[in-house]
């Protein structure tokens, strides 16, 4: 397959894959596996938040509580 791409981007890419010891595909496979893991990591986060217990009303007063507290916390230190 070829893909074209504006020169600028073209050296861009080979710099980077140049400095990291890489041909271009393997710089382009790198980085697309990065993605999928980052993506994979994030959505492992979001279910690991959504079941992370009962859900919390969060309003301004709950801001301003959590700010109080941790000032205690950091004055306390």
Same mark, same amino acid.
């Given at each position: 397959?070829? $893909?074209?791409?504006?020169?600028?981007? @073209?050296?861009? /890419?080979? #710099?980077? *894959?140049?400095?990291?010891?890489?041909?271009? =595909?393997?710089?382009?496979?790198?980085? $697309?596996?990065?993605?999928?893991?980052? @993506?994979?990591? /994030?959505? #492992?986060? *979001?279910?690991?938040?959504?079941?992370?217990? =009962?859900?919390?009303?969060?309003?301004?007063?709950?801001?301003?509580?959590?700010?109080?507290?941790?000032?205690?916390?950091?004055?306390?230190?």
């Amino acid at each position: 397959m070829s $893909i074209r791409i504006p020169a600028n981007l @073209e050296e861009r /890419l080979r #710099a980077k *894959a140049r400095n990291e010891g890489l041909t271009i =595909e393997d710089y382009l496979e790198r980085l $697309i596996a990065a993605e999928e893991h980052a @993506e994979q990591e /994030l959505t #492992a986060l *979001a279910l690991e938040g959504i079941n992370s217990g =009962e859900p919390a009303e969060v309003a301004s007063d709950y801001w301003q509580a959590k700010h109080r507290r941790l000032d205690e916390r950091l004055k306390n230190r």
